[in-house]
C-alpha cells in the first residue's frame, strides 16, 4: 500500500499505479506538517510499503524536512518518494536528501516524465540513477531532536555531496 500526502490539484497523480502495479494507495489531501504527521498519525499507518510527498503539500522549510525525514527513517524501514517537481539536480534539497539515503525523488515537470520516474520509484530496486557509486560509511553517531525533549540518535556518513546526474 501506498500512503499519498498530497495538495488537491495532483490527488490523482498515482491512479495510475494503483492500474498497473495493483498497488492500493491511501490519499491525503492537504497541508501538512511532516514532523506533526510523523510524531502523531504514522502509527497508523505501519503497514504501509511506500511514503509519497508532494513536496508543495509539506510545510516544513527544506532543511526541517531532511531533519524530519532522518528521524523518520531512523523509526520507520518504509521507502519514501517525494515528488518535487522541477526540482534542479545540483539543489542543496536533492544534493541532501540523497545524503540521507532519499533517492526516489520525482524531479520531471510534464507528465509522462512524472509517470516514468515513477514508475522508476516503485520498481523492485526503487530509483537508480540518483543513488552513490558506493554505500556509505558511518562516522559518528549525534543525537537529533525532533519534539520537545524527544531525541534521537542518528548515524551520521561521509558521503560526497556531489550530483550524480
Given at each position: ?43 497508523h499507518f505501519a503497514h504501509i510499503r511506500y511514503v ?114
Amino acid at each position: 500500500m501506498i500512503l499519498y500526502l498530497t495538495r488537491k490539484d495532483r490527488v490523482n497523480l498515482l491512479d495510475f499505479l494503483e492500474m498497473e502495479q495493483e498497488l492500493p494507495v491511501k490519499k491525503l489531501i492537504g497541508n501538512f506538517s511532516l514532523l506533526s504527521f510523523v510524531i502523531k498519525d504514522m502509527r497508523h499507518f505501519a503497514h504501509i510499503r511506500y511514503v509519497v510527498l508532494d513536496r508543495e503539500a509539506i510545510t516544513e522549510s527544506d532543511e526541517e524536512l531532511i531533519q524530519t525525514l532522518q528521524s523518520y527513517k531512523t523509526i520507520y524501514d518504509i521507502r519514501v518518494v517525494i515528488i518535487a517537481e522541477g526540482l534542479p539536480a545540483g539543489s542543496s534539497l536533492l544534493l541532501k536528501l540523497i545524503q540521507i539515503g532519499v533517492v526516489n525523488v520525482v524531479t520531471a515537470t510534464e507528465i509522462g516524465e512524472i509517470r516514468n520516474e515513477l514508475r522508476e520509484c516503485f520498481s523492485e530496486e526503487g530509483m537508480q540513477r540518483l543513488k552513490p557509486d558506493y554505500p556509505p560509511t558511518i562516522a559518528e553517531e549525534k543525537p537529533i531532536h525532533i519534539h520537545h525533549d524527544i531525541y534521537i540518535m542518528r548515524k551520521t556518513s561521509n558521503i560526497n555531496l556531489t550530483a550524480p546526474i
